[in-house]
């Protein structure tokens, strides 16, 4: 099977800056898509960024020039570097990605989402 692991994330004060990783593990034959999303208080689950394979990086309007999503292939592991942080940023973090994966000899494709890590931006 695959597990994700995310780690980062606390407290930061406005306009502090922190990096959040996302590892995958397990049989992975090839990550074809790795996101991030944040869901705030009350609120609905909303896309920040979006790094796809060979494709275009996609970022939330509202994140835009202040956080970078990057990935190191060798470690199926992706980063969201976050700066400029603002109040308004205050959310649970999950990390999501849609991989082929192998079960036995047989090969699946799936989306795995991460457990979430809180940032919380207050001074």
């Known amino acids: 099977q695959v597990e994700m692991l995310e780690s980062g994330g606390g407290l930061v004060q406005p306009g502090g800056s922190t990096t959040l990783s996302c590892a995958a593990s397990?049989?992975?034959?090839?990550?074809?898509?790795m996101d991030w999303y944040r869901q705030a208080p009350g609120q609905e689950r909303e896309l920040v960024a979006t790094?796809?394979?060979?494709?275009?990086?996609i970022y939330a309007d509202s994140v835009k020039g202040r956080f970078t999503i990057s990935s190191d292939n060798a470690k199926n592991t992706v980063y969201l570097q976050m700066n400029s942080l603002k109040p308004d940023d205050t959310a649970v973090y999950y990390c999501?990605?849609?991989?082929?994966?192998?079960?036995?000899?047989?090969?699946?494709?799936?989306?795995?989402w991460g457990q979430g890590t809180q940032v919380t931006v207050s001074s």
């Open positions: 397990g049989s992975i034959d090839r990550i074809n898509v």
């Open positions: 999501d990605t849609d991989l082929t994966y192998f079960r036995g000899s047989r090969r699946y494709s799936s989306k795995f």
């Open positions: 790094f796809t394979s060979g494709g275009p990086i």
